[in-house]
């Protein structure tokens, strides 16, 4: 679109490449965006925005000439496309699926941000690049994206409710890696309804699985899948092997690693109080 | 799935952690996969795999009762997801687009190659981490996923050819960043009708607008869109900058920055041939 514009430009500009003086005419081609150019001023790549540059050009005594005479689909898409690149990404919870993730955005040079129970360590957290939030209200309003990493627990069941999913950012995306209960089911259907929420994706659902009427099911924006991101072959196979790792153990009477208890006599493991 | 059974085993265990002697009855709860079980021998989180334990269970003398009695959606598309994690990844060029590939996948752990005209200096490779291979048709059956990632030149136009893609592995996936025209057409489709590519996706077609009857459309396991990756606001906010930036130095009588030059003085650009 805009690329096809830039190019065209680009080659009329190498053809000649120094300027004679005066008054030029610089033709623009782009596909139109019809209803959808209104929907955000940063939309430019289209007939109607024409690269945001025509009262520059007409200043200079310049002639700018635009026009959508170009094969091909419209740009309804790109009107709320974004790149990850530079935005501000948060974590709610940074245990080990939570640091995993940090450390894979790293590279995309996002602003990171987590919030934890801990704080890690100073080593740690500058190798990962992300920043601690002890306030969880208080990351919410900075995050162009929330990722939910957080077990279900008493503390966290309905821990996104309406009052909490207002402090995020207007046009916030949401993704739930975690569990479904973690959401109040009918807020988060209602901020994607208003476009408070711009998008919402999932794995995970309350209950599960999710009965037909579900309300995720029908909401607008969403990217839900059902519960099926756990279960690729790799997966399989290590569900395998630490099962068979688990009987081993058991029928020799001995101890499992800490972190394969979720209940250890009669106490829940420290990661789900 | 198979970590639901896993969930009900860890209970089970953890209540009673230390066993008896004498033979044990074992039960494993999954989801049926139906006529998808036989499709992959390491589909083993269904009640026909059962986790593979059975032989090693019996063997030891404990019985093992599998039971799909489970509410839930089947695992039919549990048998051919897979993790990137641990898989072999190679791009074809790695200039700016595939640099950048090759750093972000660099904390997904993968095996990393790299087929390029030139070899990059050994710091960068090394911080990268990928290995080089000055052969591209060495390199194709190493790979589990193939990203292409080089300009289209009268070198590349159709490189991938039937006996090309015939080179790759069984099971492959193809991610074209690059151009249609890369690819040969019909080799492409017929490759994902007999699954010797297992998946191919890309947001570019040749011819483009693509036609109707554009034998991608249509093929299996594809995920194409219609070429519109390149069109976020953020890049639209790039392409009008960087549009302002040389039709100004053009106005000026300025040079251009060397990578902003498709054709010079009637030479295209080294990147381009």
Chains 1, 2 share one sequence.
């Not at 007409?58 to 790149?83: C, F, L, M, W």
């Not at 929420?197 to 924006?221: C, E, L, T």
Request: hydrophobic share 35%; charged share 25%; net charge neutral.
């Amino acid at each position: 679109m805009a690329g096809a514009a830039t190019s065209a430009i680009k080659s009329v500009l190498t053809r000649h490449l120094h300027a004679s003086p005066g008054s030029k005419k610089i033709v623009g081609v782009f596909y139109k965006a019809n209803e959808y150019a209104a929907l955000n001023p940063n939309f430019v790549g289209c007939v109607e925005g024409a690269l945001g540059i025509r009262d520059w050009l007409e200043s200079q005594g310049h002639q700018y000439i635009v026009t959508d005479d170009k094969e091909g689909p419209n740009s309804a898409i790109a009107h709320r496309a974004y790149d990850l690149e530079g935005k501000t990404v948060g974590t709610v919870g940074a245990g080990r699926i939570g640091k995993l993730l940090l450390q894979r955005l790293k590279p995309f040079n996002c602003n990171l941000l987590y919030h934890d129970r801990l704080k890690m360590d100073p080593e740690l957290e500058n190798q990962i690049g992300a920043k601690f939030e002890e306030d969880l209200d208080a990351m919410l309003p900075k995050c162009d994206i929330i990722v939910i990493n957080t077990p279900l627990t008493e503390k966290t069941r309905g821990l996104f409710d309406k009052d909490r999913i207002a402090k995020c950012k207007k046009g916030v995306l949401i993704v739930n890696n975690a569990r479904g209960a973690i959401m109040d089911t009918q807020a988060v259907a209602d901020a994607c309804s208003s476009g408070h929420v711009a998008g919402y994706s999932g794995d995970v659902w309350f209950p599960q699985p999710a009965p037909k009427d579900h309300p995720w099911r029908y909401m607008p924006n969403h990217a839900m899948t059902p519960h099926i991101s756990g279960t690729t072959i790799d997966a399989q196979l290590r569900y395998a092997a630490g099962t068979k790792d688990m009987l081993e153990r058991y029928f020799k009477g001995e101890e499992f690693p800490p972190q394969n208890y979720i209940v250890k006599e009669g106490k829940l493991a420290s990661q789900y109080q």
